[in-house]
C-alpha cells in the first residue's frame, strides 16, 4: 500500500515500502501547512514544474536530506547548479523504474518558469507506479482530452487541480474526472489564496453524481492509503 500525506495546495507526501517521496514540496510561504522543511522525510522528490508553489523548498530539502530530485531535464539542471547532488532528469513521455516503482511525465498544459524568471522546461503530470498502484498528479494543467489516455491503463488515485484561474476549475477538474475514470479522485490546488477559493464539497458531489470516481476531500494534514 502506498499512503499520502497531503500538506495543502499541491504538496504530497508518499510513503511506500520505507520510501518517502515528496511531490512539489511547497512548505515556506504555504498558509495551508504548519510544517516546515526541516520536520519532513525525503529519500525522493518529484517536481511537475519550477512555479515556485511548486519548486517551493526543493533545494534546502535535498541537500539536507540527500534525496535524488526527479524531473524534467531543465528542472534538475538547475536544482544542481543550486547545490543538488542527486538528480534524474526525464522528459515528457519518459519514465524510469526507480527502487521504489516507476515515474513517468506525462503532459502538462500551463506555463512553468523558475521565481527568479529562468525558464523551467516543459511542465508535467506525474504518472507513479508503486505497490501495484497507479497515481496520477495533474500539476497544474488545463484539461486536455488525452487525459483518456492515461486513464487507459487504469488509475487508483488522480489529484487533480480545482482553483480556476491558475489551472482546472471544478468544471473542468470534474470533465477530467471523466475521462481518467480514477478509482479514488482527491482535489488539490485551491483554497491556498482568495484568488482560488472553491468549494471541495460541491466538487465531490459534481463529481460523484457523474462518474463512478470516489471523491476524498482531505484537509491538510490528512490522509489516504491507495
Sequence with gaps: MAKLTY???????????????????????????????????????ILTHAHGDHYGDTVAIARRSGATVISNYEIVNYCQKQGVTNGHPLHIGGGYMFPFGRVKLTIAHHGSSFPDGTYGGSPAGVVLEVEGK???????????????????????VALLPIGDNFTMGPEDAAAAAK?????????????????????????????????????????PGGTHTA
Design 179 to 219: 475521462l481518467l475514470r480514477a478509482r479514488t479522485v482527491i482535489p488539490q490546488h485551491y483554497n491556498t489564496w482568495p484568488v482560488i477559493t472553491q468549494d471541495p464539497e460541491a466538487f465531490k458531489r459534481r463529481v460523484e453524481e457523474a462518474t463512478e470516481s470516489k471523491v476524498v476531500v482531505l484537509k
Design 7 to 45: 500538506y495543502g495546495h499541491a504538496t504530497w507526501g508518499v510513503e511506500t515500502k520505507g520510501t518517502a517521496i515528496l511531490i512539489d514540496p511547497f512548505f515556506t510561504g504555504n498558509p495551508l501547512t504548519s510544517v516546515t522543511p526541516a520536520d519532513v522525510r525525503a529519500d525522493f522528490i
Design 134 to 156: 497507479r497515481l496520477y498528479d495533474a500539476g497544474d494543467t488545463a484539461l486536455f482530452s488525452d487525459m483518456s489516455l492515461i486513464g487507459q491503463a487504469g488509475l487508483d
